[in-house]
């Protein structure tokens, strides 16, 4: 059975730090990975999407890296700032389903 | 049309109701999902639609009755529900399923609480 892993449970940093934010999985065989943001009270956004064939995705500030041999993604956000405070969620895809992590809650200090 | 709308965003319901929660999207995806998530909790699958067809049932119990009556629309009836069965439901879709494209989108859920 796949177990997804995310710590810190919580993370406060002052704004302009760069973030790295961890994710380890226990089954390598998987099709996808996903990053995903959620408001307090709010629906999933997805951040990135990661293929089991790529090594790393980028979009704005934020970089998503995925080694599948050692079942670890990382999620680095350049530059934070007080609106990134969320919790933000790793997703493993395989057969049809995402195996979520507890997410890791981030606070970004102005 | 990139999102995907669910309705009622609140709902309150006792436990002799019966009510539907309602999910929408036009992107043309063939695979919609609903998951039910916990306070503090990740969200949890409960069914997948793939071509309208229930493809997976996480042993749902027969309480939660999911239909997709068109490519475009997924729907959960709900009766008999227990007060543990508050928590914010939210249904998700993506372009095919299997597969590495597989990307999820979710919409902003709706918060059910059961009295």
């Known amino acids: 059975k796949q177990e997804v892993t995310q710590i810190p449970a919580a993370l406060s940093v002052p704004e302009g730090e760069n973030l790295v934010l961890n994710c380890s999985f226990t089954?390598?065989?998987?099709?996808?990975l996903q990053w995903f943001r959620q408001d307090p009270g709010k629906g999933l956004t997805s951040l990135l999407l990661?293929?089991?064939?790529?090594r790393e995705q980028t979009s704005g500030r934020l970089n998503a890296s995925l080694d599948k041999s050692s079942g670890r993604s990382t999620l680095y956000i350049a530059a934070s700032q007080p609106g990134d405070s969320a919790t933000y969620l790793c997703?493993?895809?395989?057969?049809?389903?995402?195996?979520f992590g507890k997410g890791i809650t981030l606070s970004v200090r102005p | 049309d990139t999102e995907v709308t669910q309705t009622p965003k609140h709902l309150v319901m006792g436990m002799t109701n019966k009510k539907s929660l309602k999910c929408e999207q036009h992107?043309?995806?063939?695979?919609m999902y609903w998951y039910k998530q916990k306070a503090k909790k990740p969200p949890e699958l409960m069914f997948v639609?793939?071509?309208?067809?229930?493809?997976i049932n996480e042993s749902v119990p027969s309480r939660f009755s999911p239909e997709c009556p068109n490519s475009s629309l997924l729907n959960l009836h709900l009766h008999a529900l227990q007060p543990e069965d508050s928590a914010l439901y939210l249904c998700?879709?993506?372009?095919?399923?299997?597969?590495?494209?597989?990307?999820?989108?979710f919409g902003p859920g709706t918060r059910l609480t059961v009295l």
């Open positions: 998700a879709s993506s372009l095919v399923t299997p597969s590495s494209y597989n990307e999820q989108f």
């Open positions: 089954d390598s065989a998987i099709y996808n």
């Open positions: 990661i293929q089991s064939s790529q």
């Open positions: 997703a493993v895809g395989a057969n049809s389903k995402l195996t």
């Open positions: 992107m043309g995806h063939r695979a």
């Open positions: 639609y793939s071509y309208e067809k229930l493809s």
